[in-house]
């Protein structure tokens, strides 16, 4: 009985701490632009991140975890099917570039305990692609929506990957270390979790 109360506080514990790191992030980044795309979009960074660090189990507090922000901070209303497939997409892009790194066998980003930053670069450039190629998609096809195909893919490709970048070698020097530090049962080996 204890085992399957520290799973559930487990899993309950990284879907909240995944929660507050989106709609955290999502509110430090600020303003969004959604037809040509920021600068540097942090909370894609943080998704993946999150990915890495947790497993796929996050997955609804993710999709949740963005919503809301969108709503929060960037007055987007809830429970709306354009904006949905937006925040899905954002849900997915990570998950399907880890999949696809996983499947092809490029890389399991863990290599004796440790998070291998070499590998992650391809990763960001692979999520950044997926993210910017559906959310044109999505954009064009459900919002019927007229949209510069060169800017929009130029804008988002480079705020994703550098946000990801940003998040990620934070995340090598403070938030990684902080965690094997006070909770170093929550550092995955692996993503099979």
Not at 70 to 75: G, L, M, Q, S, V
Not at 115 to 131: E, M, S
Not at 185 to 193: A, G, I
């Amino acid at each position: 009985m204890s085992t399957i109360l520290n799973k559930i506080s487990s899993f309950l514990y990284v879907n909240c701490i995944t929660f507050v790191a989106i709609v955290f992030i999502t509110f430090i980044n600020g303003e969004t632009y959604n037809l040509v795309g920021n600068l540097i979009w942090l909370p894609l960074g943080t998704v993946l991140l999150c990915y890495l660090l947790f497993g796929f189990r996050i997955v609804i507090a993710v999709f949740l975890a963005i919503m809301f922000s969108a709503h929060w901070f960037h007055e987007e209303p809830l429970f709306i099917f354009n904006k949905n497939m937006v925040h899905l997409v954002g849900t997915l892009a990570p998950l399907l570039a880890i999949a696809s790194m996983k499947f092809f066998k490029l890389s399991n980003f863990f290599e004796g305990g440790k998070l291998v930053f070499q590998h992650l670069l391809f990763l960001v450039i692979l999520t950044a692609l997926y993210n910017t190629l559906m959310k044109f998609f999505v954009f064009s096809y459900f919002d019927n929506l007229s949209i510069n195909a060169v800017k929009f893919i130029q804008g988002y490709l480079l705020g994703d990957i550098l946000g990801c970048l940003a998040v990620l070698f934070f995340a090598v020097l403070v938030v990684v270390p902080g965690i094997r530090y006070f909770a170093p049962e929550l550092v995955p080996s692996d993503l099979d979790n």
